[in-house]
């Protein structure tokens, strides 16, 4: 069993960066691979990006490219989230998932079966 726990969020001006960082506990993390996904007010979730179990393949969404960036350290048992040039649209709450995803589906909510409670990020003036 994982459990996941994401942190950093908060308020930040457009154009400002956020680091969050999702840490986990519980065996075989490092077998894991580990997405993003957000969900933002009146919207569903949605995926932002995703990184393998190696670190060495991300994968984003086209409305991050660029500007966010995925990380890992496995011997910190923790993901990072690096955001930058934030946008007003970028406002949502941002979920760390762990699974072990076939790379055909691996933007689908479904093959990501722990999750965390999410941290929200505010992107306003």
């Known amino acids: 069993q994982v459990q996941l726990v994401e942190s950093g969020g908060g308020l930040v001006q457009p154009g400002g960066s956020l680091r969050l960082a999702c840490a986990a506990s519980?065996?075989?993390?490092?077998?894991?691979?580990v997405a993003w996904f957000r969900q933002a007010p009146g919207k569903e979730r949605e995926f932002v990006g995703t990184?393998?179990?190696?670190?060495?393949?991300?994968y984003y969404a086209e409305s991050v490219k660029g500007r966010f960036t995925i990380s890992r350290d496995n011997t910190e048992n923790t993901v990072y989230l690096q955001m930058n040039s934030l946008r007003p649209e970028d406002t949502a709450v941002y979920y760390c998932?762990?699974?072990?995803?076939?790379?055909?589906?691996?933007?689908?909510?479904?093959?990501?079966?722990?999750w965390g409670q999410g941290t929200r990020v505010t992107v306003s003036s």
């Open positions: 998932a762990a699974g072990r995803p076939i790379l055909s589906a691996i933007r689908e909510q479904r093959m990501y079966y722990h």
């Open positions: 519980g065996r075989d993390f490092k077998s894991y691979g």
């Open positions: 990184i393998r179990v190696s670190g060495g393949s991300k």
